[in-house]
């Protein structure tokens, strides 16, 4: 002890004390000696008083990092640090050099959650240069674990700014696609046809501008080749008004069909209409709404739905800042004109064009159902009129299968673009 009071060119590490018999005793510095009398020291200092902590926030690929400790508070206000495992060392380290892994596969489905979840609080996936590649990473080998339901109602702007992110994920159950005023040529109505999307269950196509040649589109490879959308269970076609007879002989390929919706269609909510679809497709007409084609309820869910809300977030942010940069005129800033809201007005005019439209929503019986109003409606119709009616259905059932079971040389065509 006494070589170092002596030694010279020292820093100054504060007091030294001395603990004998139970009792703590202060040094003197200039004689060496133990002061005899106790001393209760003051409360003293962990790190120097230069000392402050950071947080650490995303700052990208830092390689001199230092957030490799934890730092709490004890319930007696001392500042307290400790290492952090070695795990979320490596899961911290992977997640911020996504770019340069290979592939995901053999990972374990916790350790590639927990991964994805570190990619994405690093924003990860928004980047417009890696963001795409770190993604499919994870949906080429987790599938529907990444995302099983992508809920994109009146998300236009998103879709065509994430078109190549959102035709990445496979195996979705459950796709929204409602009022994005799509067309029957847009790249993502021709995704959904391919093989990595026929885990799709439901579908709901509301509003999206579609004719019967999107759907002679959309029905190519399962009419065809037997792929595609064949396991599609709850279609909505609704407020489409370009849709109509024609179309609907397209969705016969659709044999696990049991739901559709085709209100504000160009079909009329008619006996014939209601008929038709009933003995071609075997779905019943409903007089009440249906939930299977509530909206509220469909969410986005899996590992990347707060990267999909992330999504939605940047473009509201951008859109907003691009309002703010409009120059307004002198005599909207002299009367305090503001710019009326299309929102509400748009909500308005849908629940309202709902409310006015006619209900033409299709549901499956069952089996036994099925069989009983198929006996009681034979009783009750004439023998003249069943065979009237038999004809009539014939020579229908003979146009329809010339027109819509024939290979056409759109069709063919279609099928080499695939």
């Known amino acids: 002890m006494s070589y170092y009071l002596h030694e010279e060119n020292l820093p100054d590490r504060g007091p030294i004390y001395v603990r004998e018999n139970g009792q703590l005793y202060k040094v003197n510095k200039n004689t060496g000696r133990v002061n005899n009398r106790a001393v209760n020291p003051g409360p003293s200092r962990l790190f120097s008083k230069g000392f402050s902590v950071e947080l650490y926030v995303n700052r990208g690929n830092d390689n001199g990092r230092t957030d490799h400790f934890i730092f709490t508070y004890t319930k007696e206000g001392n500042l307290r640090y400790s290492a952090k495992s070695l795990f979320n060392l490596v899961l911290s380290y992977i997640a911020d050099n996504m770019n340069h892994v290979d592939s995901l596969i053999g990972f374990p489905e916790q350790i590639a959650e927990k991964l994805f979840y570190a990619a994405d609080a690093r924003q990860k996936f928004s980047d417009s240069r890696t963001g795409l590649c770190a993604l499919q990473k994870f949906t080429e080998v987790y599938g529907s674990l990444v995302l099983q339901t992508l809920c994109l109602k009146k998300s236009y702007l998103v879709i065509s700014e994430k078109l190549e992110e959102i035709k ?239 290979f056409s040389v759109e069709d063919l065509d279609l099928l080499n673009s695939y």
Request: hydrophobic share 30%; charged share 30%; net charge positive.
């Open 168 to 406: 990445s994920f496979q195996g979705l159950v459950c796709l929204d696609l409602s009022c994005c005023k799509l067309g029957d040529d847009h790249d993502l109505l021709q995704h959904i046809t391919n093989a990595t999307l026929s885990s799709l269950v439901r579908l709901l196509l509301k509003d999206n501008c579609l004719s019967d040649a999107g759907l002679r589109k959309m029905t190519a490879p399962v009419r065809i080749m037997k792929r595609g959308l064949e396991n599609l269970t709850v279609l909505d076609l609704s407020y489409n008004p370009e849709i109509t007879h024609m179309g609907i002989g397209y969705l016969l390929s659709f044999k696990k069909l049991n739901y559709l919706d085709l209100s504000g269609t160009g079909l009329k909510c008619s006996k014939t209409t209601i008929y038709q679809i009933q003995t071609k497709i075997g779905l019943v007409h409903s007089e009440e709404s249906l939930k299977e084609f509530d909206h509220n309820n469909c969410k986005t869910e899996g590992w990347a739905e707060q990267t999909v809300l992330q999504w939605q977030h940047a473009i509201l942010e951008s859109i907003k800042a691009k309002e703010k940069m409009k120059s307004r005129t002198s005599t909207q800033r002299f009367y305090g004109k503001r710019r009326k809201k299309e929102e509400p007005l748009q909500e308005f005019l849908e629940e309202k064009q709902s409310k006015t439209s006619e209900n033409l929503q299709f549901y499956r019986k069952s089996t036994d159902m099925a069989n009983l109003s198929a006996l009681q409606g034979k009783t009750e119709m004439n023998e003249e009129l069943q065979n009237k009616k038999r004809v009539t259905l014939e020579q229908k059932e003979q146009t329809f299968q010339s027109k819509h079971f024939t």
